[in-house]
C-alpha cells in the first residue's frame, strides 16, 4: 500500500495536480518504482535490501535538513508576528564571502 500511496501522489504532482489523473499513467509510476527498487535489489547482490535502505535514507537525508530549516524559518516568523522577536533585530556582523575581500 505504501508503493501505492507513492505512486498516486507522484501521479497527482506530474499530472499538475489533478485529483484523479489517468489510470495508465499511474501504472506507469507504480511499474517505474518497483523497477527502481528491483535494480537496487539485483545490483546490490547478497546485501541487496541493505543497498535499498541505504539508498532510501541517503534520499532522505537533505530533505530531513531542509525541513529542519523550515521549523527554524516558521517559529522565528510566529516570534516576528507576535511582536517577540524584531526582524530588524540581531543581524550578522559579517558576512559569508568577507574572507574574500582582504
Known amino acids: 500500500t ?11 504532482l506530474s ?3 489533478d485529483p484523479e489523473p489517468p ?10 518504482e518497483g523497477a527502481c527498487a528491483t535494480s ?3 545490483a546490490g547482490g547478497k546485501n541487496g535490501l541493505t543497498a535499498l535502505q541505504s539508498m532510501s535514507i541517503a534520499s ?3 530533505y530531513t535538513i531542509l525541513l529542519c530549516l523550515m521549523c527554524v524559518s516558521l517559529w522565528r516568523a510566529v516570534k ?5 522577536l524584531d526582524q530588524y ?14
Open 23 to 32: 489510470t495508465i499513467q499511474r501504472i506507469f509510476w507504480a511499474l517505474t
Open 15 to 17: 499530472a499538475n495536480g
Open 80 to 84: 516576528m508576528e507576535e511582536g517577540d
Open 40 to 42: 537496487l535489489l539485483y
Open 2 to 12: 505504501s508503493s501505492d500511496s507513492g505512486s498516486l501522489v507522484i501521479d497527482c
Open 60 to 62: 532522505g537525508v537533505p
Open 89 to 102: 533585530g540581531p543581524q550578522f556582523t559579517t558576512g559569508l564571502l568577507d574572507v574574500l575581500s582582504d
